[in-house]
DNA sequence: TTAGTAACTAACCGATAGTTTAGTTATATA
DNA sequence: TATATAACTAAACTATCGGTTAGTTACTAA
């Protein structure tokens, strides 16, 4: 019945993704957003209510960009193997957006770690535990490790996956490879 | 020939510094920081310039705290156990300021990858390079690694620094302990 | 063709950011 | 004790923050 948009939300949404990517909620201003998004606030605010309303959206659009790998890793069979590829698999994401700006989810852990702000705590949170309980699940697979082995582990590559984040902001292919292959050689 | 100072520079220097570091750069404002620090906004501009100019000088406060467990990496002459050593001392200085906030150089290295200040990332870089050479150093003391091996283990060890930086945010001491031995396990 | 409606532009809102300044108070020295 | 000077308070500054709204434009469906 009436005019219609003239940008597609899944667009505008991946672009302010991206910039809320490279630096953070708080440095990102609605000004930045116009510009990025190649739309005027008031678009903004129809389509996603608030900046953090915005922001919100785009951390749930980056854990859909990283659910499939999430999923491989769930659904695959190979025990420590599935782990290390799936170390692989999250490089090849930041790569893929040209961004080196770390991982969403631990940038935004990080910048909201000391705010009150429940809802995203819990978004990401969620993540995290859910990345934590798959690889103890995949540890376990390995018969010959008793529970505290398993239990020590997970800790260890769920911790090692931070130095993963820091790593993948650096452009060098080599070192984040043999960052790789160091952590996984003797579990 | 006038009035005195009511408040002491370096103690109201500490307060800003864990502000920071509590908070990041952006997020603190000057009025958290009058808070804090328990003086007006004047008082913190005659004796620190800006906003910049007080983070810069919480920055070089923390090195300065953090240099004494830099000096002792330097200085002693136990190899890869250095390192060790290094890492339980760098969760400690985190215990003791009573922060859960990380390592203020990594936060601040993180908030400031994306914006254009020399200065800040001149600071950050200078310490980090600093580190990484001692790695080095340290694992070339044992005469049977090769040169390659070295430098893999360097770059482990420096990425694996950030996983401890995450880790001395959650308030557990027994998995940071196992996340250092799990690191230096098989080196 | 036209009336209704949603998308648009752009100016504006109050609040707050970092910073400065005018005016006041306290003190060290002469 | 008087005076010079620096430390203080508090209000104002400009710019920008996130967010809103009045008015215009374009398109759909009747």
Redesign the pocket.
Known sequence: ???????NEGVVLEKAMNLFWRNGY?T??????EKEMG?????????F??????FLESVVNYKKKINSIFEELKNSNNGIEDIKDYFYNSIKICKLTGNQKGCLVTNTYNEFSEKEDDQIKELINSYMNNLKELFIEKLKQDSSKDELTVLKQANYLFLAKNGLAAASRVNNEREIEDYIEMTFKNL
Chains 1, 2 share one sequence.
């Open positions: 019945m009436a005019r219609k948009k003239e940008y708080e990102t201003s609605m000004k930045m957003l739309i005027n606030k008031f678009s903004i605010y129809s389509s209510g608030s900046k953090r309303g915005l």
